[in-house]
């Protein structure tokens, strides 16, 4: 059973009587450890994709199970809950809240679920070291570099360990060097087995993903697995014949 | 998301708009100060007229007073007697639920004088000694009438110390006591003698003044002397009280009444008679013990009623009750306005803060953790411009005071703080509403969005 299950999705917006299908009829599976990104233009559709994926929206038509949930009818609320225990968000402007320090910011996530306040000082702890973070403390969000920026962010979605971690144009406010450095981190938070999605406009970065998924006018254009085509070094699936 | 957690994050974010957050704080510090101390004045001014009440003669003291005949009887007005000593003599004979009967023979337009200075008093009655009680009078130096004064309508007087202040001079100003048992003046032309003086009435902060002056010793005058009105200092009725002249009612009768008529005819009526009763708790059978009596003087006729304190206590607290009306409306007024001013705050506080509230949302806030957030928000402010309110309303107390100097000293009461408290916390729970629906239903994406 694949973790994000996607059949029939569609988002219809109406603007002024005219009715926009932002996503039309997108089946699509996500099995867990997968590293994939979302790739194409700009209004293609590849962030409402991703926002419902993200569970931020909720689809038109069509059915969404994550983790052998249902969710299309879930209220805004559950949507909520389910953000904050099995989605983690890295924004491209990094989306800190620039009044709490990097501690405050990673704990932030853990507040609205409830953790206790010594543990959520140890997991916020954790989570820094793991993004080499673990000196900056106390620093405001505006003391710190882009990149170092973005990796409390990346902290941030890892603290509350969730099951999947979105990624929207996570270096599309980065210098090269940097932006490698910030895939780098993904790269390996996926060889420790989590499930990464990457959305990015820039064929070159979806290129250090196995799996690719392009999205035109709503629609799923062309899927690129490397695995299928036993390129991927590592879970190759060879066909039957 | 607990509730602490909730607290710290909307007083970090007061905290970080101090000026903004003290300007909206403003309006309710000075609802709550002007709730605080419009409650203190009202307290102040209904201590002022019980105490005055008490110094009239207190709550048992029952008013004989005169009232038109009732219309079923007009064909027998002119017949109708008025308060006489006849009526005084069979209260006391037939009234035994009535304790104490005093009959006033007032004397109009009365100049007193001694060596070239003159003055017109309050109050110059022909009394007898049942006054002391009924007046609650205390007799500081010499003594009251006696039998033998009545008997003989003797020109002897007992005055109150405003008299004396006026013909002998103030003790303040002389720094001793000035006591004029013995001396002699005119009223309306003719001698009488003191033969005793009452103590100084006055209210309790007067008197606690009064201590405090005679602490510092005399002071240097400067200036001009400056006469102070009774509206200044000291309430009316302890002016009066104290600018009042007493003689024997019978030589009231002989010297002014039996001489001064035109016609002849001396006027037997008398301008008072006060009636006090055995115990209230029997008032309403005393008076009608008292009307039976006075119908058989009056022969049927029915004019006179009664008029006892608990009617003027009645009167004092309907006053009270207008005052902490008005004062309540246009403290709650003011408070409204300061919760108009939180909402204004608030609603520009969240647009400023969309993208934050977007942020919170996409990690996991659900609508109600926000929703609580900006209601706790603006509960703080409005707790905190309660709390300044209050300590407020003690400087607004003082100044006021200042400015406005009465008998009747505010008195800011706990009942009051709380209710101010109580009233902006609702304030502030209801003015963070609309803001805190309006960033609860914020869609995530369009949050993010915002620039």
């Known amino acids: 059973m694949a973790l994000l299950e996607l059949r029939n999705v569609s988002k219809i917006y109406h603007l002024g009587g005219e009715e926009i299908r932002a996503l039309d009829d997108v089946t699509l599976d996500i099995d867990a450890g997968e590293f994939c990104s979302i790739i194409g233009p700009s209004g293609s559709g590849k962030s409402t994709l991703m926002h419902i994926l993200g569970c931020l929206d909720s689809p038109s038509l069509g059915t969404i199970k994550l983790d052998g949930v249902e969710i299309q009818k879930a209220s805004t609320g559950e949507l909520a809950h389910i953000r904050n225990r099995k989605i983690g968000f890295v924004f491209q402007f990094f989306n800190l809240l620039p009044k709490l320090n990097v501690v405050q910011n990673v704990e932030l996530p853990m507040i609205y679920s409830g953790v206790s306040g010594k543990e959520r000082r140890e997991r916020a702890l954790r989570a820094l070291e793991m993004v080499e973070l673990g000196n900056r403390l106390k620093n405001r969000p505006s003391q710190l570099s882009g990149g170092q920026q973005q990796r409390v962010a990346i902290a941030r979605a890892l603290v509350n360990d969730p099951k999947i971690i979105f990624a929207d144009e996570p270096t599309g406010n980065l210098d090269t060097h940097t932006g490698e450095i910030i895939l780098e981190l993904f790269r390996n938070l996926s060889r420790e087995g989590r499930t990464v999605m990457l959305v990015t406009h820039n064929p070159e970065i979806a290129a250090v993903t196995p799996r690719r998924i392009e999205i035109r006018n709503g629609k799923i254009a062309d899927k690129v697995d490397t695995r299928l085509a036993g390129l991927d070094r590592k879970s190759a699936v060879v066909p039957a014949h | ?451």
């Open chain 2, 1 to 451: 998301m607990n509730l602490f957690n909730t607290i710290v994050i909307g007083l970090k974010e007061i905290w970080s708009h101090k000026f903004r957050s003290v300007l909206t704080m403003l309006g309710i510090i000075l609802g709550v100060a002007s709730l605080v101390g419009m409650a203190a004045i009202v307290k102040g001014m209904e201590n002022g007229m019980k105490e005055a009440m008490v110094a009239m003669g207190g709550v048992d003291k029952v008013l004989l007073r005169v009232q038109p005949v009732p219309a079923w009887q007009d064909h027998l007005a002119d017949q109708a007697p008025g308060r006489t000593m006849d009526d005084v003599q069979a209260l006391r004979k037939s009234a035994p639920l009535i304790r104490l009967v005093s009959p006033e023979m007032g004397i109009e337009d009365v100049t007193v004088s001694r060596a070239g200075k003159s003055f017109r008093p309050e109050y110059c009655s022909g009394v007898w000694k049942e006054i002391l009680d009924m007046n609650l009078h205390t007799l500081a130096h010499g003594r009251f009438f006696n039998e033998i004064d009545e008997e003989e309508a003797r020109s002897v007087c007992v005055i109150g110390t405003g008299i004396r202040d006026e013909l002998f001079g103030k003790p303040e100003d002389v720094g001793h006591e000035i006591i004029p048992i013995g001396e002699e003046i005119q009223i309306n032309g003719q001698p009488f003698t003191i033969i005793g003086m009452f103590t100084k009435y006055m209210s309790e902060q007067d008197a606690k003044e009064a201590a405090l002056k005679a602490r510092e010793g005399p002071q240097k005058q400067v200036g001009p002397k400056r006469q102070k009105g009774w509206g200044r200092k000291g309430g009316w009725a302890f002016w009066s009280k104290n600018n009042t002249i007493y003689i024997p009612l019978y030589t009231a009768w002989v010297k002014f009444r039996a001489v001064g008529d035109l016609n002849g005819v001396p006027d037997p009526r008398l301008t008072d008679i006060n009636l006090k009763v055995a115990s209230l708790d029997q008032l309403e059978p005393a008076l009608q013990q008292a009307r039976n009596v006075l119908l058989v003087t009056h022969h049927g006729i029915e004019d006179f009623t009664f008029q006892t304190q608990e009617n003027q206590l009645e009167n004092i607290n309907k006053q009270i009750q207008n005052a902490r009306l008005s004062g309540g409306i246009i403290a709650a007024i003011s408070l409204l306005v300061g919760g108009i001013g939180i909402m204004n705050i608030m609603l520009a506080s969240i647009n400023e803060r969309i993208r934050a509230i977007g942020i919170c949302k996409a990690i996991g806030a659900t609508p109600a953790a926000i929703f609580i957030q900006i209601l706790v928000e603006s509960l703080v402010v409005s707790l905190i411009g309660a709390l300044l309110g209050v300590f407020a309303s003690y400087g607004f107390v003082e100044g006021l005071q200042l400015v406005t100097p009465s008998a009747n000293t505010p008195i800011i009461t706990p009942m009051a703080m709380i209710i101010g408290v109580a009233f902006s916390a609702a304030v502030g729970v209801i003015a963070g509403l609309i803001p805190a629906l309006k960033a609860a239903r914020l869609d995530p994406i369009q949050a993010l969005r915002y620039e």
